[in-house]
């Protein structure tokens, strides 16, 4: 059974009620401008990752965090595994939807696989340069 | 050497124990073997013909005197006792364990070295000129750029799955010795009429299957923007770059495709929102990482001659010492193209001999060059007949840099699961017929590159003269290219109908003879003559006399 992490917990849900906002679900063709002018509306943003090493919902998740300000729920779908998740968080995703099979408390341990990154992202947005600068 | 901080060692630690882990789930059969293919390639764990080989990271071919003595540890204790520098100035190990890989990780992060993105679809190795820091012709320093580039590529998140795997050369030279217009991203640092550093930036360049040559997108991007124009080019390439067809996925497709003015557009309209993003440079940072590079303590010598010698010597100093930017100090190759030896095989106590040359002659550092020899890069120009006389004794002072035998090559069939033919042998076979000192300095100048498939690691592309193995039912066949060069790059063209193992030596032979009876002076090299007159008077030469003596063997259409 697929589990489903949010805020770093393993969590449960049901299906948003309507007043709660529609679910966009965005492929890695999408352009994430296309759903621009609804993401305020949004109770979710879906991306999929149709394959383990498909990498376009990594550009997607950052571009509709810095440039088209979304800030609810970002959930990653598909084939999503436990060596992914810590990217995953950097780009801005703040939900996942792990594949069959992954075990859910492994895949826990991996928000913390790195206990700091070099570039700018979502999660940091001030790159370690001008953090050892200060 | 780029010494880390507390920092960037703990990112390298983090990642021993991240793959410690992966390899424990996958030996548990927590992992596919595809997925963990996935993530061993990005640490440089290829599953091989006969056993894994890892390819160890020499970021930028830097290296200090006690990583190679830990190299030749681990090669003892992890493998057999030998490595082998591969052309993107990487080491690569034929023989580990795969249960002891992460144990051999550890052993490298003690030194301060890793297998991070050394394969795998990511941004690999920063590879640059060999002679950085100590050419005469320097704009800028390119380790210290190559470090900048090195953190940024790191683990970065959102390119780490990129549709194919993409290398980035950085030159800081007048002269590229970095072959910039044959890589997916090339970086030539140039200064502008205000003394001003930035960068010329070349995409998609590159070697493989469908070789290319860059285009420019920009003739100067000031240094402050070269992280945000480069998340720029690789976010276009992460979202539009091809993942339908492997061998279409490099950028230089995508380039090719949309046309590199449309391309250009893009990127232009992508950087637009990056431009002076966080993500700018700062000058405190350039400063930092300059200090955290050791320098030579270099003496104040002045200019002096080279002491005269035998004739060996001579013929050493000739094709082996290079001009220094600092007076009284010269730069010296040690060769690793010994006929008989596969080119850029070292034996672990090679490697400790080696470090204690570069301790003694050259400030414990020395270079990897992607023509797969080392570089001591400070050595005193008094000093040359000592060095000399014991790189001798070391088998590592054939003087031959820059001529016929000096040969590029890949592990091919020998090695690689995905070779079509054998490349060592050819090389060695190469080096036999032509083993007299003198005839080769006659011939002059010469790059000849060798590849066992068309994913082109040995660079046949842009050797003078490029020999590619190819498969035909089974069979080897090797397929010879004449007039490619690495820098001003350009791509070879085929002669014709590849040849059988065995006949390649006298190919070669017949190439070269063409050249000596058309060349108009000695100044004048084999890649100039075959550029001036074109391939039909070497095509003559080499299928004349092989269209009577061996009708069908020789003829075979070559498939690459």
Redesign the interface.
Known sequence: MATLIKGRRIATESPPSPEQGEVLRLEPTDDPASVADRLGRAARVEVNFPKFGDGRGFSIARLLRERYGYKGELRAVGQVGRDHLFYLESCGFDAFLLRDGEDPEEALAAFNDFSESYQASVKQPIPLFRRRAK | MYLY?E?DS??VD??VK?FRD?TR?FLAG?LSE??FR??RLRNGLYIQRYAPMLRIAIPYGLLSTRQLRKLADISRKYDRAYGHFSTRQNLQLNWPRLEQVPDILAELASVQMHAIQTSG?CIRNITTDHFAGVAQDEVVDSFVWCE?IR??S?????????PRKFKIAVNGSVSDRAAVAVHDIGLHAVKNHLNEVGFKVLVGGGLGRTPMIGHVMREFLPWQHL?TYLDAIL?VY??YGR?DNLNKARIKILVKERGPDKFREEIEAEWA?LKD???T??P??IE?VQARFTRPAYENLGPEPIPENSPAFAAWVKRNVHAHKVPGYAAVTLSLKKTGVPPGDVTADQMDAIAGLADRYSFGELRVSHEQNLILADVRARDLPALWREARALGLATPNVGLLTNIICCPGGDFCALANAKSIPVAQAIQERFDDLDYLHEIGELDLNISGCMNACGHHHVGHIGILGVDKNGEEWYQVEIGGNQAPGALGKVIGPSFARADVPDVIERLIDTYLVHRDSEAERFVDVAQRIGIEPFKERVYGNAHQRAPDRNREPALA
């Open positions: 901080d920092i703990r990112i983090d990642r991240q992966q789930r927590k595809d997925d996935a993530l679809n900048i953190q940024w790191t683990f970065n998140p959102e390119f780490s799955y990129l992280l976010r992460n979202r993942r929102h993003g966080p993500a440079l700062i405190e940072e930092r």
